[in-house]
Each structure stands twice: as C-alpha cells, then as structure tokens.
C-alpha cells in the first residue's frame, strides 16, 4: 500500500510533470512539494483537491486516501487501533445523524 506521497510522486512521473510544474500549480515552493513527496512534510487538504486536478485523479480517492493515512498515523501506536477505528466509525454515524436533524 502507498503512502500519500509515494502516489502523488508516481503519478506526476508518470504524466511527465515537473517538480516546479505541479509546485507553481499549488503555489508552494517545490521544496515543500519534495518533501511532501517523501513523507517529510503533510499537504493540506487544500493541496490534496488540487493536486487530484492536476494530476487528473479522482479527488474523493485521493481526499480518502489522505485522511485514512492521517488517522492511521495518528493511532497506529494505540494497541487498541483497530477499536479505535470502530467506534470512530459508530460516532461518525451518530454525528452526521444529529446533523441531518438540525
């Protein structure tokens, strides 16, 4: 499984696109773009709809990827990870409930 980074990496190479390209694109120093490449550094998410348009990937994909890796590393230490995910998945349902409500 990829990271984040390693999939935005692949995917511009595989379009022929510059580090500066995509950079300039965004509106970030390819340095910041390098290192987001390489798991050093996180896009926002703003990055990452942009980066989907850019690199002409399905955003809700790439948005989902994203922020799976994010919680994964947020709790992956946790040795009740797995619990975690399920009851984070029962309070989203309950969340979104109490919203449609409103």
Do not use: W
Not at 33 to 38: A, G, M, T
Request: contains cysteine; hydrophobic residues 40%; charged residues 30%.
């Amino acid at each position: 499984m990829e990271t984040v980074g390693q999939t935005i990496r692949a995917k511009r190479e595989s379009l022929g696109l510059l580090l500066r390209q995509v950079a300039s694109y965004l509106d970030i120093d390819q340095a910041i773009l390098s290192k987001i490449e390489r798991n050093e550094r996180k896009p926002s998410r703003d990055n990452i709809i942009k980066l989907a348009e850019i690199l002409q990937m399905d955003g809700e994909d790439l948005l989902i990827q994203f922020m799976s890796e994010k919680i994964a590393l947020e709790i992956a230490n946790e040795h009740c990870a797995s619990k975690v995910l399920k009851a984070a998945e029962q309070k989203v349902k309950y969340l979104k409930s109490n919203l449609e409500k409103n």
